[in-house]
């Protein structure tokens, strides 16, 4: 069991509110999910030719995130931009992305890389949502839309790599509330193709897949849609590109969740209790999406 919110607001007048907004949403869901949580929010944008690397290890020393700005600078011969929040780290740089990652795993193995974009940034850690809000100052999080996910761990190990949302390519994550009972036969097909993976997570299977198709060639709406012919078991999926919030269920829509909307936001969670101290809560339009029908809602400005 776990919980999923997602939000998105449609005035750019309103992204300053975006944190705060979801604060409450996501420590609504601590009790479906105590372990660890996550966020993954869309935000200000790299410069033109630049990404961000969101980057996780196990240390709070300054010195350790300043020793990797200076090696990477002197390494590589290209000056990158560092902000460090105690474990979490931005790096942006214009290189290509596969130099980035083959030098940061070589040099620094301790660092996971959480996310690649050009606007995507993901925070996630062990611990209670509540603790994880403040570690990382989500609450002062600005942007257009987000994920955020509270685990509970019914496979694989309790740790900031296997906590969700998980990320694929550049500005796309995914966060799953359900239970993947084919993961390794899917990643096994994607492994044929070049696909790596960092855990043995079943989520990471379906986000990597999704992200296959759309490279492949799919819209983003045709690949969740081939996850009803590839995947087995129950899920409601809650994804982000960089101008697009979407989520779905399985055929048999075990997994709960409920919409509401208003003329400011669209709001997603697994229960109501996590949209109840939404503004204008009351007159919001509320619903429960139906089985494998796709809904998905366009970033004002950004399509």
Not at 78 to 90: P, Q, W, Y
Request: charged share 20%; net charge negative.
């Amino acid at each position: 069991m776990c919980g999923l919110v997602g939000l998105l607001v449609k005035k750019p007048a309103l992204y300053d509110t975006l944190g705060a907004l979801m604060v409450p949403m996501l420590i609504g869901m601590t009790e479906r999910g105590p372990e660890s949580a996550g966020l993954a929010v869309f935000t200000n944008g790299a410069k033109k030719g630049e990404l961000k690397y969101n980057l996780w290890a196990n240390t709070t020393d300054f010195n350790y995130w300043a020793g990797l700005e200076n090696d990477f600078n002197q390494h590589l011969g290209s000056k990158v931009r560092l902000s460090t929040k105690g474990n979490h780290a931005i790096l942006i740089s214009h290189l290509e992305t596969e130099v980035v990652r083959t030098w940061i795993g070589e040099h620094f193995p301790g660092v996971h890389i959480l996310s690649v974009g050009h606007n995507l940034d993901v925070y996630k850690d062990i611990g209670t949502p509540a603790q994880v809000v403040e570690r990382y100052d989500l609450g002062k999080l600005k942007g257009s839309h987000l994920i955020g996910h509270t685990r509970m761990a019914t496979e694989s190990a309790v740790t900031p790599a296997h906590a969700h949302p998980f990320t694929a390519g550049t500005d796309f994550c995914l966060a799953h509330n359900g239970t993947i009972s084919n993961p390794f036969s899917v990643r096994r097909k994607l492994e044929h193709f070049g696909i790596h993976f960092d855990t043995d997570n079943d989520t990471e299977a379906a986000c990597r897949f999704i992200e296959w198709c759309m490279r492949s060639g799919d819209d983003l709406e045709t690949a969740i849609k081939k996850c009803f012919e590839e995947l087995d078991g129950f899920y409601t999926f809650l994804m982000g590109t960089r101008d697009k919030l979407a989520l779905v269920r399985d055929p048999f829509a075990c997994k709960p969740a409920v919409v509401a909307e208003t003329d400011d936001y669209v709001a997603i969670a697994s229960e109501f209790r996590s949209l109840a101290q939404l503004p204008d809560i009351k007159n919001a339009s509320l619903f429960e999406p139906v089985p494998e029908q796709l809904y998905v809602w366009t970033v004002e400005g950004k399509a």
